[in-house]
């Protein structure tokens, strides 16, 4: 593929992301940020940032989407720092790792940055009071990577000691580590539907699914370092740059491979980022180029070459670019394709060779149709045999002609074929049920024994005919559970009217299901589903259905009966009711109380941290996050106290009291520190004191001053 457009910067490119006001913000290795618009991509605003980054194969630079803060390392990676970018202050300083900050990132609420280090340690700042807040389960090794959940209620860290972290930040709270690499994770990527991407050191990708912790699939045909990930705005494809400069694509339905050379370039792809406003996949390179590419810029030709017919043509640009094949026009082409292919079996099996080969006609340039075609026509040589074997009642041969050439089983010949098989199958059955009756059974089989598919049926319906009364005993007394397991272990009595009866039922109450469901009318949508459960084609999905209908039922109903506390519960527990509009306000409403009661805890004012939060004091499943936010008002608290030169042991007894009620955190460790260089004969030991933990907290613990 050629770019739309392209520009060059001269430096590399480390960063692309596209802001809530659809301007698309670009920054370079000496943390130059430009603003572009998202049209014509000229640039209208900027400033120098002025820190050189010798080193971006991680995130070294991050900014809120809407552009009002950004972080960067400092050249020598020692540091992070939080900028306000109107006013270029810094708000935080993150120097507390021990060892260099591997990469640092701003979650999609706009709430924390995080900073992550060759240590192991991740320690979210607050992005408005520039505090510590909490931090992140420490890996062993390094850290190569920190994302998020679009909804921002989750965040994943993955490192050199081959585990992945998925923490709740909506609670504050772990929710697994992940190990199935067998090398150091290096990227990440949240997906839709609770879902994760991982690609390790050997180039080996994995899709996991967040909710349960296992892993969904693996990526094949990755053959070089991944730099860079993006999605389309529709998330059904997937984006990997590489340092050798190639683009691969996948759809993300099957995981399947599209291109592994979508596009390539001479250079080390360094940034990547898809641009929803005109579908433009936006590349940045380590030698500075910016290139935008339209991936369906080819869509208006093939509309004409559609009118034109040329079919063929119409291959050349998908093969080109494989995003094409998901089309209006090349779905319309695929379905003329079938149309033919079936009108020309058609032809074929009247022996009317010539007709199939004109149908075939404009498909012929395309070599994969081609090939198809002649194997089509080469099969249909036989079917003259074929026919004149069913004519004269030569069934065995027929199927065997029939398993030669799979094709002749799509035939109107064929369908009639099995279904006499059916009737003839079914009448035996009623025979073989009664001993006296097993003869005539056997006589109106014999034309079918020796067919390889038929006779184990034949032989099952004469030693099981027990299995038969069980099976209908079942599906009467509507037992779909056992039903379904004796068809598993005894595939013949598929070949029952009853099976055909019981699929069918299958669909209907799932079709029933979906209505229920459309129309809001969950409760009877559970009923349905809990008896499709049994039903082994639908049991998976109507496990998952029924789960998600139940809690979303529970959910709405602890909004109408104000029950605040299981309707956190559940918000926190589960992604999709993120989006939902109750759920949503419900989340909204929680960030902006718990801003406030951040704001005032960065002045140590307990009561006013206290009214923001009250109507969260009684819900379990907020404690981690009033804990961590009192926790950072009692130490603002002690900071105070420090700056007025308090008495050094009313400042031990506040060290004292926070390890005693949240234990010894970074927070508390950062403050000693502080506390030992004015108070350089303390006789403190940290490690000493009786310790409590944050997630042990409880509302019950609050006090006005840790001093005291």
């Known amino acids: 593929m050629e770019p739309a457009i392209e520009k060059n910067f001269k430096l590399p490119i480390i960063l692309i992301q596209l802001l809530d006001n659809d301007n698309l913000l670009v920054v370079d290795s000496k943390t130059t940020i430009r603003f572009l618009e998202s049209k014509k991509f000229g640039v209208v605003a900027g400033f120098k940032g002025n820190i050189s980054h010798m080193r971006y194969k991680t995130k070294v630079v991050a900014f809120s989407s809407d552009a009002s803060y950004f972080g960067a390392l400092s050249s020598d990676a020692r540091a992070a720092r939080l900028y306000n970018v109107k006013s270029k202050k810094t708000i935080a300083k993150i120097d507390r790792h021990q060892g260099e900050i591997s990469c640092i990132g701003i979650d999609p609420k706009n709430r924390y940055m995080f900073s992550c280090g060759d ?48 923490f709740n930040i909506a609670t504050l709270t772990p929710k697994h580590m992940l190990k199935a690499h067998s090398a150091p994770v290096m990227k990440l990527q949240f997906l839709s539907q609770h879902r994760l991407l991982s690609i390790d050191k050997n180039s080996k990708a994995i899709i ?82 910016l290139l935008f590419y339209d991936l369906f810029e080819d869509e208006v030709e093939l509309k004409k070459l559609l009118q034109a017919q040329k079919y063929d043509l119409i291959q050349e640009y998908v093969d080109k670019n494989p995003l094409l094949q998901y089309t209006k026009v090349y779905k319309l082409v695929s379905k003329l394709w079938e149309q033919t292919l079936e009108r020309a079996k058609l032809s074929l099996q009247k022996n009317d060779k010539q007709t199939a080969k004109e149908l075939f006609d404009k498909f012929k340039n395309i070599p994969a149709k081609n090939t198809i075609m002649k194997k089509i026509i080469k099969e249909y040589s036989e079917f003259d045999r074929f026919a004149t074997a069913i004519k004269q009642g030569k069934i065995s041969l027929a199927y065997g002609i029939a398993n030669a050439y799979p094709s002749y089983k799509e035939s109107k010949l064929f369908k009639t074929l099995e279904a006499h098989w059916k009737r003839v199958f079914i009448a035996a059955q009623k025979y073989a049920l009664e001993p006296r009756s097993m003869e005539k059974a056997r006589e109106l089989l014999l034309p079918y024994r020796g067919i390889s598919e038929k006779t184990p049926l034949i032989q099952e319906l004469f030693t099981q005919g027990d299995l038969y009364k069980r099976f209908k005993v079942a599906i009467g007394q509507k037992d779909f559970k056992i039903a379904f397991e004796l068809v598993k272990q005894h595939p013949f009595l598929k070949e029952f009217p009853e099976y055909d009866a019981l699929l069918k039922l299958g669909d209907s109450l799932y079709i029933k299901s979906q209505k229920f469901m459309q129309e809001g009318d969950t409760h009877s949508a559970v009923k349905i589903l809990r008896t499709l459960v049994d039903f082994t084609e639908f049991s998976q999905e109507a496990k998952e259905l029924l789960y998600n209908v139940e809690s979303y039922q529970k959910f709405f109903n602890a909004i109408e009966d104000e029950d605040m506390q299981l309707a956190y519960k559940l918000l926190d527990s589960l992604d999709n009711l993120m989006d939902t509009e109750d759920g949503q306000k419900l989340q909204e409403q929680w960030i902006d109380d718990f801003n406030k009661a951040k704001l005032f805890a960065a002045k140590g004012d307990v009561t006013s941290v206290k009214k923001a939060l009250e109507n969260y004091m009684n819900i379990s499943s907020k404690n981690i996050s009033l804990a961590f936010v009192f926790g950072l008002c009692y130490i603002v608290q002690l900071e105070n106290a420090l700056y007025d030169k308090k008495d050094q042991r009313v400042l031990e007894n506040g060290i004292k009291n926070y390890i005693l009620y949240f234990g010894i955190d970074e927070r508390i460790e950062n403050f000693f520190d502080m506390f030992k260089k004015h108070y350089a004969q303390t006789k403190l030991n940290l490690e000493l004191q009786t310790k409590g933990s944050a997630s042990m907290w409880k509302p019950a613990m609050i006090v006005n001053s840790i001093l005291e």
Do not use: M
């Open 119 to 166: 240590d192991g340690k991740t320690f979210a700042i607050d992005i408005k009071t520039g505090k510590i807040v909490f931090t992140l389960p420490i890996h062993k090794d390094t850290i190569n990577d920190v994302a998020f959940s679009s909804n921002g209620q989750w965040v994943a860290t993955a490192s050199y000691d081959r585990r992945i972290s998925v």
């Open 208 to 289: 996991w699914d967040t909710y349960t912790g296992s892993v969904l699939a693996r990526l094949e045909g990755i053959h070089d370092n991944v730099t860079q990930i993006a999605l389309d705005s529709e998330e059904r494809f997937l984006f990997l740059a590489t340092e050798l400069g190639y683009v691969l694509v996948y759809e993300l339905q099957n995981y399947t491979l599209l291109s592994a050379k979508y596009i390539k370039l001479n250079s080390c792809i360094t940034a990547l980022c898809f641009c929803v406003t005109n579908q433009n996949l936006v590349i940045g390179t380590e030698s500075g180029e």
